[in-house]
């Protein structure tokens, strides 16, 4: 199947690993290799990233993305893990297939993309395309100074999409999340790192409908913080594999 990675035994409880905007599923190597000798790992593309490129992004679409996994894999039901993007991504499917997603691990997507917030985000998705050139070469050298080459020369190689980053800015605000999947009742971690504080101070909310959700400080890390720290986030995720299976 186009855009994905596995890597573990199928046999194994299912993980399915979202991305976050404008990079692609090569950034959950490292968590992988973590977790891929204990549990089913599945790295995918999401619309308008990495080898779907070509596609149009937009949350539903998201959601279709990883159903359609689910079904060509023949597999029941998947825990999912998203950073930002995929954060939002994972919460919309809880929301509609709640019983082909048994626990969520969500990572910088604790703010409310309403209201104000959703206004200022939607129109800078719109001014984006205007800077893409200069934003992704500076996130590409950045990206690699943190990371490193070996790490960051594979995410790259799978493509960094500008494209991607503005339909996501632009498609994603407008919806309560949290509030769209009051209904599901499977696990939930919330794994934050702690200088991410826009995510951080969205968890109060959160956990306001969610109160048995179970949060977790990543720490010396910030929004990208499973590419930051993989072996604190990998311990979050084995945290809601615990109570999952």
């Known amino acids: 199947m186009k855009g994905l990675s596995r890597q573990g ?3 194994s409880p299912t993980i399915i690993l979202l991305h976050g905007g404008v990079i692609n599923r090569h950034m959950w190597g490292p968590v992988v290799d973590i977790l891929g000798d204990r549990y089913d790992c599945i790295s995918i593309d999401l619309p308008a990233h990495g080898e779907l490129v070509d596609e149009e992004f937009s949350i539903d679409r998201g959601v279709e993305r990883v159903i359609e996994v689910l079904d060509d894999l023949e597999i029941e ?6 950073l930002s993007l995929g954060g939002y991504v994972a919460q919309a499917t809880a929301a509609s297939h709640s019983r082909r997603v048994s626990g969520l691990v969500l990572s910088g997507a604790m703010i409310n993309y309403t209201g104000w917030d959703g206004i200022s985000t939607r129109f800078y998705g719109f001014l984006f395309p205007l800077f893409a050139r200069p934003a992704m070469k500076a996130f590409a050298k950045k ?12 995410i790259l190689a799978g493509g960094l999409s500008a494209k991607g ?9 407008g919806v309560d999340y949290a509030k769209a999947m009051a209904d599901f009742s ?3 971690v919330i794994a934050n790192g702690e200088r991410d504080m826009p995510n951080r101070e969205g968890e109060s909310r959160f ?3 969610f109160p048995d959700a179970d949060s977790v400080v990543i720490t ?14 990998a311990q979050a995720v084995e945290r809601l594999m615990a109570v999952t299976t």
């Open 9 to 11: 035994a199928k046999e």
């Open 77 to 82: 039901n998947s825990a999912l893990v998203g």
């Open 143 to 154: 990206m690699t100074e943190d990371l490193g080459h070996e790490l960051a020369d594979q």
């Open 220 to 233: 010396d890390a910030g929004h990208s913080c499973a590419l930051q720290q993989p072996q604190r986030f």
């Open 165 to 173: 980053g503005a339909q996501s800015l632009r498609r994603l605000p």
């Open 207 to 209: 956990l306001g409908q």
């Open 186 to 188: 499977s696990p939930i």
